[in-house]
């Protein structure tokens, strides 16, 4: 399973990758298909063999001086 802490974007870029939500939904990736999951879910399930990116909002690094 994959923690999210806020929303979160899932990018396939090889194979076949299957998401599942907490919710039950499923969706099924190919390679340059993406997915949004909101920032009320607590989790996804991946599924399937490829290569799959998550970008999720992080914290800020201070600027250097």
Do not use: H, K
Request: hydrophobic share 50%; net charge negative; no cysteine.
């Amino acid at each position: 399973d994959i923690v999210l802490a806020g929303p979160a974007i899932f990018l396939a870029t090889a194979g076949q990758i299957t998401l599942r939500s907490n919710a039950g939904e499923e969706v099924l990736l190919l390679p340059g298909a993406a997915a949004f999951a909101t920032s009320d879910e607590v989790y996804m399930a991946a599924f399937g063999s490829g290569e799959l990116f998550i970008a999720q909002p992080g914290t800020s690094a201070p600027a250097s001086s």
